[in-house]
């Protein structure tokens, strides 16, 4: 059964610096695309970034593009999110997800193209 498990959501202020990780077990992050996604309270799930194992193609979500890198670990087996320049509106909880799929363009930041989910990561900027 695959599992991917979230860390690293702390709080901190606008300006600073967080880095997520999700270690995946019963899922080799180098096949498939992985990604990250966030939601508030009240709004659905929005797409942040995802990474293609295959070319390690990236995409990101216009509002955090230039502020967030998305990137793999093969060794560790983990996907990662360097979050800089964190703002009030990144206040969220972050989700890791994957798909055995290589995703086209076009879903590659939408919810359905992947099959599994974490718990979830809660980071919180204050200004």
């Known amino acids: 059964q695959v599992q991917l498990v979230e860390s690293g959501g702390a709080s901190a202020q606008a300006g600073g610096s967080l880095r997520l990780s999700c270690a995946a077990s019963?899922?080799?992050?180098?096949?498939?695309?992985m990604a990250w996604f966030r939601q508030i309270p009240g709004k659905n799930r929005e797409g942040v970034a995802a990474?293609?194992?295959?070319?390690?193609?990236?995409f990101y979500d216009e509002s955090v593009k230039g502020r967030f890198t998305i990137s793999l670990d093969n060794v560790q087996n983990t996907l990662n999110l360097q979050m800089n320049r964190l703002k009030p509106d990144d206040t969220a909880v972050y989700y890791c997800?994957?798909?055995?799929?290589?995703?086209?363009?076009?879903?590659?930041?939408?919810?359905?193209?992947?099959?599994?989910w974490g718990q979830g990561t809660q980071v919180t900027v204050s200004s």
């Open positions: 990474i293609t194992s295959e070319g390690r193609t990236t």
């Open positions: 019963q899922f080799t992050v180098s096949r498939g695309t």
């Open positions: 997800a994957a798909t055995r799929r290589l995703v086209t363009p076009r879903e590659a930041l939408g919810n359905p193209a992947y099959s599994y």
